[in-house]
């Protein structure tokens, strides 16, 4: 028991710590979009309900640590128009200049989409850090093994092969293989090597498996194939290298991860592969714990995935205010009252449906029960 709390606290920390950067780093670009269009910003809040601490810039925006920390938001002056009332007389001109919901349309979508896009520069720029000052993690792509009655072995791969293409990507480093094979169990994969001097092309089946993985199991393909023991290194860059390998990585994740939820919708993957909150953090413990460039590699893929979660078209997140953009843009005028709060509710239902699941998936992984049962 003493072991599972000391674990507890380091994941709870380590979480802490990322999501209390990812979110900042969100929020600020929906800030700095909303500064940059000249609209007031009266709260920049890093967690959600009381506040714990903060000041008032000169700006009038409110800077503030709240009591819960998972997420954060940016409150803009005039998010929705006011209705004119005697109590509630029109806007004075200065208010008005100032408010969100006043800004063209163009300018409100743009304040929006800064959140998703921050996160994904904000992988881009870490990893390009760590590509210039660090090193890159490489591995060459070479085949030192190959499994007896594997995929690979009846596909006719060798040891000493080495990976020269799979399915029209090019490889460079045997991460790529792992990454491309494990997202396609049971599928035909068109595969090029270098053997001998020569270019030979190859057909693979990957075995489906599954694997645990951080308590999670998972249905992934397996060729069959290692690689050498301890050869990997770290290949530092120049800046602007870092930054286009950096952007390459990024948009490679980003398709992965779109091409997974591809394959749980298409029930091709089972939705029990999906964790939530409580899986993040455990995650976060096991990758401080490994080093400081694991860390790096999962804050850059965690904010990846906020990124893409904010811009996915559901109500209150940033994709389902971006589709009601879209459709003021075709009608020309915004979606009635009504029908916002219905949206509205509709995407609230979702997120905590998803949420409770998640919660439940990560639960039944980690055993909680028999760890409760034991105390």
Not at 3 to 17: D, Q, V, Y
Not at 131 to 143: Q, S, W
Not at 243 to 256: E, F, L, P
Request: proline fraction near 5%; include cysteine; aromatic fraction near 10%.
């Amino acid at each position: 028991m003493i072991e599972f709390l000391g674990g507890f606290w380091t994941s709870l920390l380590a979480f802490l710590l990322v999501l209390t950067v990812l979110v900042y780093v969100h929020e600020m670009g929906h800030y700095l979009a909303a500064r940059q269009c000249k609209v007031r910003v009266e709260v920049f809040s890093i967690g959600f309900g009381p506040e714990i601490f903060g000041w008032t810039a000169r700006s009038g925006t409110r800077w503030k640590f709240s009591a819960i920390p998972f997420g954060g938001y940016v409150k803009m002056f005039g998010e929705h128009a006011p209705e004119e009332t005697d109590e509630h007389p029109p806007l004075a001109a200065h208010d008005l200049e100032e408010s969100f919901f006043n800004k063209p349309l163009r300018q409100r979508a743009w304040i929006v989409f800064a959140g998703p896009l921050a996160n994904f520069l904000f992988a881009i720029l870490v990893l390009a850090g760590l590509f210039t000052g660090l090193g890159e993690p490489h591995t060459p792509a070479n085949i030192a093994t190959v499994v007896e009655g594997s995929a690979a072995e009846k596909a006719g791969l060798r040891p000493g092969d080495l990976f020269i293409e799979i399915d029209g990507t090019k490889i460079t480093r045997f991460e790529q293989v792992r990454r491309i094979v494990e997202l396609a169990p049971g599928e035909e994969i068109e595969i090029i090597v270098e053997r001998d001097g020569r270019e030979i092309r190859l057909t693979a089946v990957p075995d489906v498996v599954e694997e645990t993985r951080f308590s999670t199991t998972q249905r992934i393909g397996r060729l069959g194939v290692s690689r050498s023991s301890g050869d990997m290194v770290l290949v530092r860059h120049d800046p602007f290298t870092a930054v286009w390998k950096a952007g390459v990585q990024t948009v490679s994740m980003t398709v992965n991860i779109l091409d997974a939820i591809g394959q749980i919708i298409a029930g091709e993957r089972t939705a029990k592969e999906l964790g939530g909150p409580i899986k993040i953090a455990q995650i976060s413990g096991e990758m401080a714990q490994a080093g400081v460039i694991m860390l790096i590699q999962f804050a850059a893929i965690l904010s990846i995935n906020l990124g893409l979660i904010n811009l996915f078209p559901i109500p209150l997140l940033d994709g389902g205010h971006l589709v009601f953009y879209g459709v003021e843009a075709l009608r020309g005028r915004p979606l009635g009252e009504k029908a916002m709060g219905f949206s509205l509710n509709i995407g609230l239902a979702l997120i905590l449906c998803l949420t409770v699941f998640v919660t439940w998936n990560d639960l039944v992984q980690m055993r909680v029960g028999e760890i409760l049962s034991s105390w």
